[in-house]
Nanobody, 124 residues
Framework: QVQLVESGGGLVPAGGSLRLSCQAS????????MGWFRQAPGKVREFVGCITWTGGIPSYADSVKGRFTISRDNAKNTAYLQMNRVKPEDTAVYYCATVFRPYGGTSVSDYTHWGQGTQVTVSS
């Protein structure tokens, strides 16, 4: 049973930083791509970024490129989302997701397993 648990969310002032973690459990995650999505109130869930098992160059949505960084520690089965220079429009519930394949995707349907999400609120 694959389980993903996000942590690290909270309230952060605009311009500040926050690091989210996604702890995976239930099996070996060799070969699994990890993705991050977010969903603001009244909006659809949107792609933030993803990283493959090999930790190659991550992919990012244009809205976060240059501000957010995705990384992973395969020994710990953990993925991270470092959020810098956050903006009020970054306020959302952030979800990590995973899929067993060596490349990522930008659609919700590209991923098979999801965490419960962690709330990030950016104050202006």
């Amino acid at each position: 049973q694959v389980q993903l648990v996000e942590s690290g969310g909270g309230l952060v002032p605009a311009g500040g930083s926050l690091r989210l973690s996604c702890q995976a459990s239930g099996r070996s995650f060799s070969g699994w791509t990890m993705g991050w999505f977010r969903q603001a109130p009244g909006k659809v869930r949107e792609f933030v970024g993803c990283i493959t098992w090999t930790g190659g160059i991550p992919s990012y949505a244009d809205s976060v490129k240059g501000r957010f960084t995705i990384s992973r520690d395969n020994a710990k089965n953990t993925a991270y989302l470092q959020m810098n220079r956050v903006k009020p429009e970054d306020t959302a519930v952030y979800y990590c997701a995973t899929v067993f394949r060596p490349y990522g995707g930008t659609s919700v349907s590209d991923y098979t397993h999801w965490g419960q999400g962690t709330q990030v609120t950016v104050s202006s």
